[in-house]
T-cell receptor
Framework: DAKTTQPPSMDCAEGRAANLPCNHS???????VYWYRQIHSQGPQYIIH???NNETNEMASLIITEDRKSSTLILPHATLRDTAVYYC??????????????FGQGTILTVHP | EAQVTQNPRYLITVTGKKLTVTCSQN?????MSWYRQDPGLGLRQIYY???????DKGDVPEGYKVSRKEKRNFPLILESPSPNQTSLYFC????????????????FGPGTRLTVL
């Protein structure tokens, strides 16, 4: 499996950058890394995805190491509304299709005033 | 409005009574998927579909069936529900990435909270 490992919880002060790490040491060359977040029991919300290069959008930046074994999601100026569970997702290599995804346990990010 | 809809949103049923949870998307997405979420276990994929008439098992397919007869709909069928299928269910859809194997942003439905007594 393309197993992902994340710390169970992290804290961040409002206005500071939140850096959420993810290890995906079994990822293969053509597998994307995806990040989603979930607030309470709402449907997960897409944040960003990447393959090899670093990516940035209006929500966050994604830094992928050169060996692609880990990545970091950066929320540049965290707000209280960014408090959520953040999931790093890789394709489940046990499947024959890139549609098979493994969410993992996620990181509970708490942003405090 | 672009969205994924699920019905019902809440359902309480009894063991063995067949039920269907519907999922529909209006974004012409090729990919659709069902997940269940349980405390301490996170989100686990049940089934997914890469396109019409193409479905495949996720990590926890036992006890579930799906069909993809039309692009917009992907119903989840529990032929004989059991209490261990009590869970929060999410449907999602996505475009396939152009130019390479992968998914674009997945849009999730609001969830269906199912209780099987």
């Amino acid at each position: 499996d393309a197993k992902t490992t994340q710390p169970p919880s992290m804290d961040c002060a409002e206005g500071r950058a939140a850096n959420l790490p993810c290890n995906h040491s079994t990822i293969s060359g053509n597998e994307y890394v995806y990040w989603y977040r979930q607030i309470h029991s709402q449907g997960p919300q897409y944040i960003i995805h990447g393959l090899k290069n670093n990516e940035t959008n209006e929500m966050a930046s994604l830094i992928i190491t050169e060996d692609r074994k880990s990545s970091t999601l950066i929320l540049p100026h965290a707000t209280l509304r960014d408090t959520a569970v953040y999931y790093c997702i890789g394709r489940n290599a046990g499947g024959t299709s890139y549609g098979k995804l493994t969410f993992g346990q996620g990181t509970i990010l708490t942003v405090h005033p | 409005e672009a969205q994924v809809t699920q019905n019902p949103r809440y359902l309480i049923t009894v063991t063995g009574k067949k039920l269907t949870v519907t999922c529909s998307q209006n974004m012409n997405h090729e990919y659709m998927s069902w997940y269940r979420q349980d405390p301490g276990l996170g989100l686990r994929q049940i089934y997914y579909s890469m396109n019409v008439e193409v479905t495949d098992k996720g990590d926890v397919p036992e006890g579930y069936k799906v069909s993809r007869k039309e692009k917009r709909n992907f119903p989840l069928i529990l032929e004989s529900p059991s209490p261990n299928q009590t869970s929060l269910y999410f449907c999602a859809s996505s475009l396939l990435l152009a130019g390479g194997p992968g998914l674009n942003e997945q849009f999730f439905g609001p969830g269906t909270r199912l209780t099987v007594l």
